[in-house]
């Protein structure tokens, strides 16, 4: 190794430069052991750092092996680390997360060795600690550190063996050991010891050099021979990932309080981005569609709404308002023909228009003595039947033929009304008179079955939205229509079911009487058979959403109507509520997480920094610190993600508390999982890797002496 004209200064802010080693020449041998004797100041400990690649140097040059320093790249730098130099530290550096048998197994795992150890029990005997592999380093004695650090330099078999004060912490018999000891190693190799203790120089020196004020003033044998030049070994420094990321975890662990902290702050403002996310997702006609396959609606009723200003000054209504409950100003109007003819092309179904009216004056044909007779027969029957529908008063008329009556599947027993004067009855109708009896023209006729009640004439009167009255009319019973609507609710129109008035408790549907087509002069709402594709549907709920044209537009209708309305609104509150406030916690989250990882690679920097002088590249480092956090990340992601049923049940829980009986608003989708994800690995990432980046650049001594301020 030829070392010519090597300078080095040392500039620190705010302090006078200090002249560390000025125009330094010498020449060392191949093998025996040389000392560099000074005092303390004189730049011993400098000089050995830049010969084994610790540090640099301003001027000069050092050519190992015909290798010029000046020429070497960040990788043949690590390469001439790891694979020719072995360095024993002034002060140790040893890694304090590994025990006394990982520190020495790290210097050989770096050079790619998988089984270590029987050559770590090996150098732990050389230098008298055998059995000790597993002890912690800080539980160690400053002489044990001292061997521990001589056993991690000579476990590889260095061409070089760097020694800073290897006897200072010991003993004087234990330090004679030790040199007798490297003094054995020099037969094979180069040992370079700095020392300030010339006689134990002068006993195991082959030469002697004597360095004062950076500058060399004496050398016992100036002439040594160049060595024959010879490429560095291609001995790239790998650590196995599992190695790394051990180290990294326990890097990690070494404050588990703020780890323990960090992670619930970042777990909680993920969740709560997960939440926000769920709640962005949210879309009107999807949840539409959903509700509708929720309640296994085979029908649905479309309305025109008008909206109107509210010209109501009662207190009620003022206070309501000021509440914002009270924002309901729309009401409903008649259907037009083009409305169904758009919703025909839609649907491609048939679409039945409905005029809905309450048809009263079917009373008249009860045959009942009284009213209180009519209500006690009515309400014993539905006690003894509780099972059965019983209508009095159809909410209206629906135009049928042959093919709708096929479509919806319900059952005729007679015929279909051909004629305006014709009608055909519900199946709860005929139950109702099945239960009171038929009075036709002041004769009173039992009905017991539906054939009885057929060609029987009853009095109707068609009410009009605008006309409180009409003109009764009689209608002859051509048929009777079984709909198949059960009190249970599950089938076909029973999604009328409106809860308004009611004879059963809470419980009242939309019966229809059925007339012949174009009997009616106009319609309230169209009912519709709803398709089995998804893809009809969300058109159908699509055409409706799109509707809105000014002051009119036209509305979906079922159980559900008014909660959906209110909870789709609420789940729009939500989605803006969520949209500022998960932007906070993103930013929280993000700054919380790169902080930590950021702060906890600075708080690692002598232990990087050690590894880096142990030969591991910058790469190598990354695996460590960047693997452990991404770990980190990986964890916060699997553990908030985990939730996002919750949070999506919680967002659907907000807003079932403003509509209670809405359906599921908020599904699981994707989305969540992909934002956590993100946010997690960048921000561990990035906390990492542009931590470690900032040190790529600066020399191992530099870096261990950053980590020890
Ligand atoms: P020795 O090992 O012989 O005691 P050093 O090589 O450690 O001496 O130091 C040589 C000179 O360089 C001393 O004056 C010391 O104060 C100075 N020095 C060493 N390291 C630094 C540094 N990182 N920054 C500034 N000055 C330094
Ligand atoms: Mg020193």
Redesign the pocket.
Known sequence: MKVENLSKT?R?KGAPP?Q?LRGVSFTLPDTGMVFLL??????????LHILSGLESFDAGDITYRGNRFADFSERDRDRYRNSCCGIIFQDYSLITELTVGENIALALRLQGERDTDTRVRHALDQVGLSGCEHRRVTQLSGGQKQRVAIARALVKSPRILFADEPTGALDEQTGKDILMLLKALSKERLVFV?SHDRAFAETFGDRIIE?AD?QIVSDTAPAAQEEAPEPLPDLPARLPLGTALKLGCRNLLRHPVRLAFTFLLSFLSLAFIGISVSAASFNEVDAYVNALYDQNAELTAVYRYENYESGSTGSAEIIETMLGINNDSSRPIAITKADIDLLEATVKTPVAPVLATNVYSIQDNFSSSSAQEFVDKINAAIIANPNDHFSITPNGYLQIDEELLQFLGYQLTGALPQTPDEIAIPECLLNAFMVIGLRENETDYPITCAEDIIGHTINLKLVLENTSTGQTQPKTITGVIDTGCDISCKRSHAIYQSGLHNMRGGEHYHELLFVCEGYLPEYNYALITLPDERPTRTALVRLVADSTNGQEFLRLSNTFSSDFYHGCLSATLLQNLCLYLSAIFFLFAFLLLINFISASVRDKLQQMGILSALGAGFWENVKIYTGSALLIGAALFLLSSAFVPLYVSLANAFITYYAPTSPTLISVTFWPFAAILLIALAATFLGSFLAMLRYRKVAPA?II?RGQN
């Open positions: 040392y620190t200090v560390a000074g005092r303390s100041g004189s730049g011993k400990s400098t000089l700095v360095l950076g530099e002496r």
